[in-house]
């Protein structure tokens, strides 16, 4: 809530911005959005916060070409998200707090349940009061939308997993209407009356929480999506074709697929983000729950426990029945960074292999609301892995590399050896680490599940991935996230840790070197240099490249553009020709509180992304951009080819509203709640 995480309440419609260098051609015509939370009922500056929470706002920067004299001028604009909460906050004059709880309320072990149910019972009463008589929005959904922002089939789509995806129309940024997999609100035509994610029914309204983070195959133009809720089977599944001129018309049409259920989830799980392939998706069901009724059991509703196992279904991208789970040490992953097919001569699929973002902690949930992440009290030398791993090497340099991984996988039942010696530990402690790391799924034995390849590629704190966006869903060789040179992402993030380093690493490259020496199973890692090392290294052909930021400068995601339209498949070296574009912060802005003032402003940055060292251009933004979360590239096309849209989301005039003793009870007993 201080600093460059603190909310602002200015928006602004396209708005030219100077800049310094050069705008490359490759960004003619687009836009860059970024998406985050920003609350607007913020009076009560005393609450619990998290920097998850918040009403969706989003940042965008479009880059208008000019034909007369092919100049680019970009041009900036921010809006909220206009959601039920938001519409309903913002015409509620005597709300103090934000109507959704808190997700800092809902984790922290410290909450009784007292104060849980009356958190939950005051949100259940205001949005009640919303669907009666004096209310300018009823809430129907509960999404604040604040997670991330999509294209496909015509549509942009704003992201967050307690709700379905809201439309948004480019470059203007504004609100079209709720997309229930079959059309959005305020579109002109109206193509599907049939339901939409959830269905029908009781449940209906939890089975249409659609993930954060859909995936969109750049081939087949398809969009892949998961629903989480509270209740069996757990996890729905969508796979929703593209309609548009898009799709190649070549490949034959798909059908729909919606809310499919996913079987054998293992519980109610806090599940952001998942893999998908060109033919394979990879649900993740990780030891950290999700549960309301954890509070009987007396844990908080978040709960990680690393005894347990983390799963990992695989299955045919359109048939989850005939998922396969594979298990292993429990660890947290937030985002995955790529997966692809791996086939042999045949063209069958022989194996899934999966790059994630994966912690051996939770602690960044906690952390991320100024709470202390729950420990887990443990007997000295005891064991707390339901499923053993060999953690000794097993290198055996006359024996093949497949050979060597059915030999580790026969020796999980033993007991743990020695690391003393090993050179393939990570420096950090395991409660820190926050790295690439690599899984393989064997699909060949069709009567045994196993994970072949799990290790970290390198040691550096890693998050925010993003690759070159025609190489996703198969074999890409660079992948770009954000990195800490001072801590890292595992400890009191929305404290001290900033993003403050943009790395590159080259997954195929260090994958490859593995090979030589089979870094130690689950535990390991191919390149163990700490983030001083990489950064001191300064080589061109080293295999992980970092981004310093200037002292006091602090990064945020990165997205990467390409230069080129098209990637022509024999021509690997030019997989990273392209650009990484993220908005930057100067905090010697901030004053002697550590407070951003009224004059604070950001830049767009447009980083090399070749050879990770040239700012080619700094955009500079009227205002701040406030610390948020995911963003994204739309091209020109993509803008030009948007769906028509027959109304937009308005917030109502509330200023010649009669105001009855109904409006004025209604508005006390508002007060009343906070």
């Known amino acids: 809530m201080t600093g460059n995480f603190a909310p602002i309440q200015k928006t602004r419609p396209l708005t030219p911005c100077t800049h310094v260098g050069r705008i490359p051609e490759a960004l003619g015509g687009g836009q860059y959005v970024r998406n985050g939370g920003n609350p607007v009922s913020n009076d009560d500056l005393g609450r619990e916060a998290h920097w998850f929470d918040g009403d969706g706002m989003l940042s965008g920067v479009v880059f208008e070409c000019f034909e007369k004299d092919g100049s680019i001028q970009p041009s900036f604009v921010n809006h909220y998200i206009l959601t039920d909460a938001f519409i309903s906050s913002v015409t509620s004059p005597t709300l103090k707090r934000p109507i959704i709880p808190s997700i800092a309320t809902l984790i922290n072990p410290a909450t009784s349940l007292v104060s849980m149910m009356w958190t939950v019972q005051r ?356 992948v770009y996230g954000c990195s800490s040179s001072t801590a890292n992402f595992g400890s009191a993030l929305a404290k001290t840790v900033k993003i403050d380093v943009i790395a590159k690493i080259d997954a195929l490259r260090l994958i490859e070197r593995a090979k030589d020496q089979t870094p130690t199973r689950v535990t390991g890692c191919v390149d163990c240099r700490s983030i001083a090392d990489v950064l001191a290294s300064g080589l061109e052909d080293d295999p992980i490249q970092c981004f310093k930021m200037p002292d006091g400068w602090y990064a945020q995601e990165a997205r990467f553009v390409p230069k080129a339209t098209s990637l022509e498949p024999d021509v690997e070296a030019r997989e990273d020709d392209g650009y990484l574009l993220f908005y930057a912060f100067d905090e010697s802005q901030l004053d002697a509180d550590g407070e951003a003032p009224a004059s604070a402003v950001s830049e767009l940055w447009i980083l090399d992304a070749r050879n990770m060292k040239d700012v080619v251009c700094r955009v500079e933004l009227p205002q701040r951009v406030p610390y948020g979360l995911h963003g994204n590239w739309f091209s020109e096309e993509m803008i030009r080819e948007q769906r028509a849209v027959e109304k937009f989301r308005e917030i109502p005039d509330t200023s010649k509203r009669r105001r009855g003793l109904w409006s004025r009870m209604r508005e006390g007993l508002i007060a009343a709640l906070g």
């Not at 009463?125 to 939308?145: D, E, M, T």
């Not at 985002?335 to 973002?357: F, I, Q, R």
């Not at 090993?422 to 950090?428: F, G, L, R």
């Open 123 to 478: 949100s259940i009463v205001l949005i009640i009061l919303s669907h009666l008589p004096g209310s300018s929005q009823s809430i129907k959904k509960i999404s604040v939308a604040n997670t991330s922002v999509v294209y496909h089939d015509g549509r942009t789509l704003a992201t967050c997993e307690s709700g379905p995806p809201m439309r948004i129309q480019l470059p203007g940024l504004e609100t079209v209407g709720w997309f229930n997999g079959n059309e959005a609100e305020g579109e002109t035509c109206q193509e599907d009356k049939r339901p939409g994610f959830g269905g029908e029914g009781l449940m209906s309204f939890f089975k249409e929480w659609t993930t954060g983070h859909p995936k969109v195959d750049p081939i087949t133009k398809e969009m892949i999506l998961y629903h989480c809720m509270f209740a069996p089977p757990f996890v729905h599944y969508s796979v929703l074709p593209s309609t548009g001129t898009g799709t190649p018309r070549q490949l034959a049409p798909q059908t729909k697929l919606l809310n499919a259920p996913v079987p054998n989830v293992s519980g109610s799980k806090m599940m952001h983000d998942f893999g998908v392939s060109r033919q394979h998706s990879i649900i993740i069901d990780l030891p950290l729950s999700l549960n309301p009724l954890n509070l009987i059991k007396g844990i908080p509703v978040v709960s990680f426990d690393p005894s347990k196992v983390s799963r990992f279904g695989v299955f045919p991208r359109r048939n989850p029945e005939a998922i396969r789970w594979f298990e292993t040490d429990g660890c947290c992953i937030f985002h995955t960074a790529n997966s692809w097919d791996e086939y042999d001569t045949s063209g069958k699929p022989v194996a899934v292999n999966m790059l994630a973002c994966r912690l051996t902690s939770a602690a960044i949930i906690f952390n991320a609301g100024n709470i202390t992440a729950p420990t887990r009290s443990q007997k000295h030398g005891q064991s707390t892995k339901k499923l053993s791993s060999v953690t000794g090497r097993i290198n055996h340099s006359e024996t093949p590399f497949d050979d060597r991984l059915e030999k580790s996988a026969k020796l999980e039942h033993f007991e743990d050896v020695s690391l003393a010696a090993d050179t393939s530990q990570p420096p950090q402690s395991p409660e820190e680490q926050c790295q690439l790391y690599y899984y393989r799924f064997l699909l060949s034995h069709a009567s045994e599940n196993r994970i072949t390849h799990q290790f970290g590629l390198s040691a550096i704190p890693f998050e925010f991935p993003t690759v070159h966006p025609q190489k996703e869903m198969s074999s890409a060789r660079y």
